[in-house]
């Protein structure tokens, strides 16, 4: 596990289950593909009982609990006012008994075979697109023979326990760079959380990379920044 502010390949923080995340995957892909290999791609999930003991047991907290009915009802209209704006339609789906390791640990066997982005792609496309339940095995397993994947090696990598290890360890790493909420984006000691952030994160990569005499004078005043109680739209949390 890296000391947190360390990192020097910027992340992004994701999650199957957030519409916001999804909304900022098809930007990224759509408006700085520049950015798709630079970025470290890593799952955001809610850990099962059995993720949440290895968490723990490894000095981990996961950062996240479920949200209220007013926001779930907030969460509905504002992603229908983001969706409707990009000419997009959701069809949302019912979780029931939701095991969030079933498509974020299948994303790693998707990574592994080279196809992390087209499996992403595709549960997006399975969740809002189609309203299926992406915590289904049967949906992963139709996901995976979609991409050429072997569909039992997929739909059950929750089942496995280096899989659910990777998992664990990346849950660890969520709680060293201090995520909680997503989209989430690092690079450093810096941080950006929500979908109306993005912008902000790649002006803030360009910036690094770019010559020192291309960069614009600082300003004469630093403005301070909102606490993290004034929460912004854009993002899961």
Request: hydrophobic letters at 40%.
């Amino acid at each position: 596990m890296s000391p947190a502010g360390k990192n020097k390949t910027p992340r992004f923080y994701f999650s199957l289950r957030s519409p916001y995340s999804w909304l900022a995957y098809r930007e990224v892909m759509s408006q700085h593909k520049e950015l798709v290999d630079e970025l470290e791609w890593l799952p955001f999930f809610e850990p099962d009982p059995e993720s949440a003991r290895q968490l723990t047991e490894q000095g981990g907290r996961f950062p996240f609990s479920e949200m209220s009915r007013e926001k779930n009802r907030y969460v509905l209209q504002d992603v229908g006012r983001l969706t409707k704006a990009r000419g997009l339609k959701v069809n949302w789906p019912v979780d029931r008994n939701p095991v969030w390791e079933v498509p974020h640990l299948g994303y790693l066997v998707a990574r592994e075979h080279g196809l992390g982005h087209e499996y992403i792609a595709a549960v997006y496309q399975a969740r809002f697109g189609a309203g299926r339940d992406i915590c289904d095995r049967a949906t992963i397993a139709d996901i995976g023979a979609e991409l050429g994947i072997d569909q039992r090696l997929i739909a059950d990598a929750s089942d496995d326990p280096k899989l659910r290890a990777e998992g664990v360890r990346i849950l660890l790493e969520v709680c060293m760079d201090g995520v909680f909420g997503v989209p989430f984006f690092v690079h450093g000691f810096t941080r950006f959380w929500g979908l109306d952030r993005l912008d902000d994160f790649v002006e803030h990569l360009r910036s690094r990379s770019a010559p020192a005499s291309t960069l614009p004078e600082p300003a004469g005043a630093v403005a301070l920044g909102r606490s993290v109680e004034d929460a912004h739209a854009g993002g899961c949390g």
